[in-house]
């Protein structure tokens, strides 16, 4: 997505883990309002620059229709796979704030030009070219358009974002009115991030969006006031409900997950909520056994928790990421790895009192993992690495952000991993070019990042060019990438993406 422009000055909207936020509108239906037909605000929505170019001499000189901008030249009858008549091609408009819905008889141009722009064929491969955003700006040109991009194959794997006051219409009389959430329903939405809403809410939700007692498989509540009541009626009500994200809500108790929480559930992701202790912990186990991730930043959580797991977790559970859980120690650790020796994806980030012993004790049971995320623990040195690159053959993706005490030492352990294709070492402020050098025979490499390391040179770093399947290196903060070096990069990595 682009940047704005028209002298819009609002951010661009950025897609964040499959998150779509789609943007309020001053009417007060916010997101809904784009599912009810009315005219969409042109600055509210994101623009990208990508957008492929389907312009007609036309519509080109129509100043009442704004044009996204347009990138290479793409036309429709190009997309469908026929030949276009000579001099033509069409265009996807904009409507603009308040004005009419164009219909395909009132299109400018000839009958073939118009033929085309209602296509069904042709629009149903021409617009997986359009972001999320400038589907739903496009869903509002007319009738045709929006019947062909409301298909939920146009959808997949996004999940709209409303919160609390895009939720109401308000009256002329003052009163609030639920809005319509009939054009999620059409598109298929099976995924929903409600912010800041109460126990109220969730049940005006439940009542409104008719795929909410079966077709809903996926919610999550942000800086939410759901008690535990309002967390056991919408569990009880939306059956469909596998995966729980669980954000900065701080109203529901304990008590609550113990009452809530259903076998159905297979992902839970809990962050943010002061209420949440080892019993909470507790409750996940003994109350999910088909659980298959967890994701946990919890403050008050102990060593203790990591015990509850039972052996059918263990078997089922693939994913565990415990962020900021100051509490955990190395005797958690044990716990841990015993009680889910399967696991393939760990996350250990922020747990500042893990050691090297605690890493060895994963590395030598959990010999699954593929990805492991050690950044922010102070405490991991060298020796951790040695640990790793003995007995985790099969990892793929290791991250060390901030591990302050790794040198390059640690560096030309891992050197040794045939298997790693993503590795971060952002702000390890002891590697050096030396360091790097031990990294060049590593051609499994697809991702490096070195963002904020200090003691890297230009001359070192150049020495990059060497890992030629090389698609992403991030360099940002980093004092010794020059404008020269970045020239240098691209001329002699082409196929890798230098993040500045």
Known sequence: MSNPRNGDTKPPCLPRNGLVKIPAQPNGLGSASITKGTPAVKN????????????????????????????????????????????TSLVGLNTSEGSEQPSPERLPGSPSER?????????NRLFWYFSACEKCVLAQVCKAWRRVLYQPKFWVGLTPVLHTKELYNVLPGGEKEFVSLQGFAVRGFDGFCLVGVSDLDICEFIDNYPLSKKGVKSMSLKRSTITDAGLEVMLEQMQGVVRLEL?????????????????????????????????????????????????????????????YFTAKQGYTTHTLRLNSCWEITNHGVVNMVHSLPNLSVLSLSGCSKVTDDGVELVAENLRKLRSLDLSWCPRITDMALEYIACDLHKLEELVLDRCVRITDTGLSYLSTMSSLRSLY???????????????LSMGSLRLLSLAGCP???????SGLVQLQELEELELTNCPGATPELFKYFSQHLPCCMVIE
């Open 115 to 123: 033929q085309l722009a209602v296509d069904e064929k042709i629009l």
């Open 425 to 439: 070492l952002r702000w390890c402020c002891q590697v050096q070019d030396f360091g790097l050098k031990h990294l």
């Open 44 to 87: 509210r929505l994101c623009q990208p620059s990508s957008v492929p170019a389907i312009l007609s001499p036309a519509l080109a000189h129509r100043s009442d229709l704004p044009i996204p901008s347009l990138a290479s030249p793409l036309s429709l009858a190009t997309l469908a796979g026929v030949s276009s008549p000579p001099g």
């Open 247 to 307: 954000s900065g809500c701080n109203d529901f108790t304990e008590a609550g997950l113990w009452s809530s929480l259903n076998a159905r559930i297979t992902a839970l992701s809990v962050s943010d909520c002061i209420n949440v202790a080892d019993d909470a912990i507790a409750a996940i186990s003994q109350l999910l056994p088909n659980l298959t991730e967890l994701n946990l930043q919890a403050y008050h959580v102990t060593d203790t928790a990591l015990a």
């Open 455 to 461: 003691l890297l040179t230009t001359t070192g770093l």
